[in-house]
């Protein structure tokens, strides 16, 4: 662990600090991964000086990254804040995506998840920790709930053991030397911090009496022997006091070994951990032996097409911004997106055909990965690891509609100088009525007054018609002073990945602002752009998990 005395900066706060990178590796791509870490464990926000802080990196650095993830779409720049954006997301996704298991066990999990009413989620195993790839959350006050890329650390969960039970003597004992280095767990952001020695420690039934006990910190070893013999494994509030799960690993028909782990996971209020096992261990038995059944009739996963164009796009980037843009970053990135669906393990001739890049240059980024953590080679193919999930996919892996289209409401509004809002149908009311769930006010004094939550009739608004009237993908509705004289509007749907419409979006005017062919002719076109970008987001967020519309 040498990574105090590296020129680099250490993207990871935790475990696998890896030492001195290769001498091929691309600085401006570890920059990049440590500035897009930073963001995700400081939960999708920081300052520019935050950032400097927490990387170390110099000033004029920092804000050059942080142009480049912009210009990319991975974040956006809100005053001096930078913002991770669901963009960001595509980089979890191809991860995911090449995997595959969310794609053939989710819906197993989420129907699991209503037949028990509890949370039910799928955890995959990154080194000696376990992160989360599917979350079908039920969970009810009082407990942390996880979302999908949050490392936990092995020994403090139900999956951890059951992934132990195959652990080398060498994964052992990088195990070891990570407990012995983190004994609070500082490393793993998403867990509360655990006092060593303390009452957490006694309830597994060995105490850690410091560092003279490496070799079985807890009885883990004694638990992951055990969930070995018995196929299953428990957590009784080794996270905090109340949250308990029982776990089942799902086995990869090829090779036998623990592809993930099912947990059903629940509050002492509902469950002790004895009364996990023993009436809900075996319907999650029952669950995992269909997931296997899947995972066994699968078909071989379709690849679908390449990110197109690439290598142009960074390129025509570079002439635009200048030194603000750097490429190597950008090129870098690019490089994870070339896996996915059917791309799981490619070579360095499909990275490069996939990508547009300079075989050199494709393969200076997968070192350079590999060199993190983030991609890993065997056999001449590289295949993307779970810490991909690191890179932004916890803080937007719970984002609603809303709060997704909340900036791209208040661009609009700036751009136009007129209100724009957001409106879903509220289920079950006859006659239909909308519901604003996200406006971006006028930055003009004389606006008009919309607050979020206000519902109004369907039938009368553009947003109503444009939800309820309209099936052509490029309709749009109008409303002519209708609700209230002197305010027209125009409204265009958002649509979800099915096509559904979903939302819609308007913008409002003063009929004394513009005349109806002016909303047609001047509006319109701003109004769709904002649209598309919506929905762009909403489809990279909503690919893995539901996102909600509020
Ligand atoms: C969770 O999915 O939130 C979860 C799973 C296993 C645990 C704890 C929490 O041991």
Known sequence: MTASLSPFPSPFSSSAVPGEPPAEAVAPLIRGVAVLTALTEAGGTLSASALERRTGLARSTVDRITATLARMGYVRQDGRDAVLTPRVM??????????RLPA????HADALADELDESVSLAVADRDGIRFIHQATRRRAMSVSFRIGDLLPAERTAPGPLFAAEWTETEWAHWRARRAADP?????????????GGADDADVGVVADGFDDFDDFDGFEARAERARREGWALDDQLI???LVAVSVPVRDPGTGRVACVANVVS???RHTAADLRDTLLPRLRTAVAAMERDLREARPAEPGPPPAGLAVWTTASKHELGRDFVESLARGLTVLTAFG???????????AKATGLARATARRALITYEYLGLVRAADRAFTLTPRVLSLGYPPLSRTTLARLATPHLRALADRLQEPTALAVLVPGTDPAEIQYVAVAAASRVLTVDITVGTRLPASRTALGRALLELDGPHGHALADEELESGLRSIAV??????????AALNV????????????????????RTTADRIQDDLRTASRFSGVPLS
């Open 508 to 527: 409002a005017a003063h009929a004394a602002r513009r005349s109806l062919e002016e909303l047609v002719t001047d509006v319109l076109p701003e109004l």
């Open 493 to 502: 749907p958002v649509r979800d990945r099915a096509g559904r419409p979903v």
């Open 240 to 242: 905090e006091p109340g």
């Open 90 to 99: 595509e980089l979890g996704n191809a991860y995911l995506a090449a995997l």
């Open 341 to 351: 669906e059917g791309r799981s393990a490619l070579t360095l001739t499909d990275v």
């Open 267 to 269: 509050h002492t209020s």
């Open 184 to 196: 609070t767990d500082a490393g793993f952001p998403a867990v509360p911090p655990r006092s060593p």
């Open 104 to 107: 053939l066990l989710d819906a």
